[in-house]
T-cell receptor
């Protein structure tokens, strides 16, 4: 089945130690998104790639970076995690049809703990 | 910025009861999406709506795109224990990013 895969599902890191989260998709979608979700809140968009074009949200801290080496994979790098970065990180994809984007499909998420 | 007001924030119901929740906005949207999120998992798309007045069903779930394009409704009929979770509405204008509601937490007493 076509799907969005996130690894690892659970990640523990130390304060200030860089961490990378990964996302892969078999949907062949050209748009990939990274969201941050804190407990009992709605997902918050960090950035997205439209093909190779990177689109950062204005309020995304510089501490968060992303790479998309090819259509299938996208990475979220947190350069110096702080305690406030502990959250669920969600990857999503969508395919562009005509002038509008399709539905967004989410992966299962990576739960990040910062010690 | 755009905001979606989702209500109610939480619901406590008996198994077998019907459920209704809604989202409203001061802005017009041309897409409404409804997601369900289980604890520790990512949101799962339930229903997508693209046309004002559209009424779409997915099993026991029915969602409607409001005529004014500023609201949407989700109904669940004859609730069962696996319906427990958080339901999010999300709206979009054109190629803009999704705007999410704050979620409705559904709890079911057996």
């Amino acid at each position: 089945d076509a799907m969005v895969i996130q690894n690892p599902r659970y990640q523990v890191t130390q304060f200030g130690k860089p961490v990378t989260l990964s996302c892969s998709q078999t949907l062949n979608h050209n748009v990939m998104y990274w969201y941050q979700q804190k407990s009992s809140q709605a997902p918050k968009l960090l950035f997205h790639y439209y093909d190779k074009d990177f689109n950062n949200e204005a309020d995304t801290p510089d501490n968060f970076q992303s790479r998309r080496p090819n259509t299938s994979f996208c990475f979220l790098d947190i350069r110096s995690p702080g305690l406030g970065d502990a959250a669920m990180y969600l990857c999503a994809t969508s395919g562009r049809v005509r002038w509008d984007y399709n539905e967004q499909f989410f992966g299962p998420g990576t739960r990040l703990t910062v010690l | 910025g755009q905001q979606l007001n989702q209500s109610p924030q939480s619901m406590f119901i008996q198994e077998g009861e019907d459920v209704s929740m809604n989202c409203t906005s001061s802005s017009i949207f041309n897409t409404w999406l409804w997601y369900k999120q289980d604890p520790g998992e990512g949101p799962v798309l339930l229903i997508a709506l693209y046309k004002a007045g559209e009424l779409t069903s997915n099993g026991r779930l029915t969602a409607q795109f409001g005529i004014t394009r500023k609201d949407s409704f989700l109904n669940i009929s004859a609730s069962i224990p696996s319906d427990v979770g958080i339901y999010f509405c999300a709206g979009r204008q054109g190629a803009q990013k999704l705007v999410f509601g704050q979620g409705t937490r559904l709890t079911i007493n057996p």
